[in-house]
């Protein structure tokens, strides 16, 4: 696996590889990587010749309160992760490579509706930077196709949007969610947990479990459910900064007409902002 840090480079990397007929998959992630993001890279590798995979920590997408400085930064072991997973090449840029004419005159990418509520509410301008700073890398990369995880359900819907809307022939491959075995979600934020709350985390994939498994069963006063759900993470510790049960398909709030659902949850649990996500597809009897 080769590590390359500028765009030129990482550009000349891949111009070769497509000389090759190789077709090119990309995976952008922010380091610190797990096993879902192996997930990601694995599943590049299955659809590409050429996996492309970026490390970069986008100060754009972080708010003024949020964890920039104390993000994780694991370059050696996530390199070490990335050639084990099939991985051909690194992008591992600057932030001044990326934005060299600095980030208050950086044009942006907004994705309008699907970015709108849940974390984009809780979050204001995140995904103005997630859409920029993917706009940006897929320009560099110019793949074939990328792949992102389900975890961040809003993030993929907001990719999809951005690249239909801007006619990029890139294809978007949806990755699900890689859990421990107590069901928590794997996530760069879970090293922020004590052990103490790392014991409670799982809490918030069995609310959504519990929620899931009502609305199979027949159960359509999503209000009721809702607040209970809510109730069940507070009384475990949690602080619930939304749970919402939502059509999969454009995010917009679920109705009695909607066959696929998704129930969307972020919770902080002391200072760790935790996000979950499940899809809930009604059997053809409740439709």
Do not use: W
């Not at 849940?118 to 990328?146: E, I, Q, W, Y």
């Amino acid at each position: 696996m080769n590590l390359v840090r500028t765009v030129a480079d990482l550009r000349a990397a891949v111009s070769r590889a497509r000389s090759e007929g190789k077709r090119i998959g990309f995976v952008p992630t922010m380091g610190n990587l797990h096993a879902g993001h192996v997930a990601l890279v694995k599943k590049a590798g299955q659809r590409a010749d050429y996996v492309v995979a970026s490390i970069f920590v986008n100060p754009l997408q972080f708010g003024p309160n949020e964890d920039l400085d104390s993000y994780p930064r694991t370059l050696a072991a996530d390199q070490e992760k990335l050639f084990e997973a099939g991985c051909h090449l690194l992008f591992a840029p600057s932030v001044e490579e990326m934005y060299p004419h600095g980030q208050d005159l950086q044009t942006i990418v907004r994705v309008p509706g699907v970015s709108e509520g849940l974390c984009g509410g809780s979050r204001p301008g995140h995904f103005d930077g997630v859409s920029t700073v993917v706009t940006k890398l897929f320009n560099m990369v110019l793949p074939d196709l990328a792949v992102f995880g389900e975890k961040d359900f809003q993030q993929l819907a907001v990719i999809r949007t951005m690249v239909r809307d801007l006619n990029m022939p890139i294809q978007i491959i949806g990755e699900p969610i890689v859990r421990a075995e107590d069901g928590l979600a794997l996530s760069s934020r879970n090293g922020y947990l004590s052990s103490e709350e790392r014991a409670i985390a799982p809490t918030l994939h069995r609310t959504l479990v519990k929620l899931a498994d009502a609305i199979r069963q027949g159960e359509r006063d999503y209000p009721a459910l809702l607040a209970a759900g809510r109730a069940a993470l507070m009384a475990a510790g949690m602080r619930p900064d939304y749970l919402e049960i939502r059509n999969a398909q454009d995010l917009q709030p679920a109705r009695d007409d909607h066959h696929e659902l998704v129930i969307l949850a972020a919770a902080f649990l002391g200072k760790t902002r935790l996000i979950d996500n499940l899809l809930v597809g009604l059997p053809a009897s409740a439709r």
